[in-house]
């Protein structure tokens, strides 16, 4: 079975520093993309960035940025600069091509003023 | 652009009633569509996704149905509520490639 795994259920950071949040996965598939959303208070899930597995480039947008190693099967994602907007759930999501989304758990993330 | 519309935003209805989600997208056209539920503080269950009119299929065996009888609406019923159906219950559609866009959800408690 194919899975997501994030170790850090909760985290916090202070306003304006960096932090990082952990995502490994499962999988046998070589072809499929990696996503990170997030969760505000609302609930409205939001896409944050996505990655393609073939690319070698990390993706970013804006202060969003992630750390793929495809060999390790890991999909960190960097949020710089963070702002009290930031505080929210973050789901790390894997979808193999023709498949259905596989979800990690999520990691509370709080930014303190 | 597209948008997805979920309603009701929150419900309460007592256990062994019957339940009705609605969900509707705009702006696109044959696209993928998904019921979640979440439960609290956790992650999302797949529960039905379809690929067309009238195309459904289940991942969890339970007590919630789903269809879709136009190209952009997606419906999630039960006959008779039970207290483990409580959960917030996100939509989602998706174009015919690899991004998943959700709706706003609906809160469900049942009692």
Redesign the interface.
């Known amino acids: 079975a194919q899975t997501v795994t994030q170790s850090q259920p909760e985290m916090s950071v202070q306003e304006a520093e960096t932090v990082t949040l952990s995502c490994t996965y499962d999988t046998s598939e070589s072809n499929y ?1 990696l ?1 990170w ?1 997030k969760q505000p208070p ?6 944050v960035i ?1 990655q393609e597995a073939y690319k070698q480039q990390n993706a970013t947008e804006n202060r969003f940025s992630v750390n793929f190693q495809k060999a390790a099967k890991s999909f960190s994602l960097k949020i710089s600069d963070s702002q009290l907007g930031d505080t929210a759930m973050y ?1 790390c ?1 894997f ?1 193999p ?1 023709g498949q ?2 596989v ?4 990691t ?1 993330l709080s930014v303190l003023p | 652009s597209q948008t997805i519309h979920q309603w009701p935003a929150t419900l309460v209805q007592p256990v062994g009633s019957p339940l009705s989600l609605e969900c509707t997208v705009e702006g696109t056209s044959n696209p993928n569509l998904y019921w979640y539920r979440q439960a609290a503080g956790r992650g999302l269950q797949l529960l039905f996704y379809s690929v067309g009119i009238g195309q459904i299929s289940s991942e969890v065996p339970q007590n919630l149905s789903a269809s879709r009888p136009q190209d952009r609406q997606f419906i999630l019923s039960s006959k008779k509520l039970l207290l483990s159906d409580s959960g917030f219950y996100l939509c989602a559609w998706s174009p015919r490639s690899y991004e998943q866009y959700f709706g706003p959800g609906t809160r469900l408690t049942v009692t």
Do not use: E, K
């Open positions: 993309y996503f959303y609302s609930r409205q899930m939001i896409l996505r789901f999501a979808n091509y259905n989304f979800f990690g758990p999520g509370r």
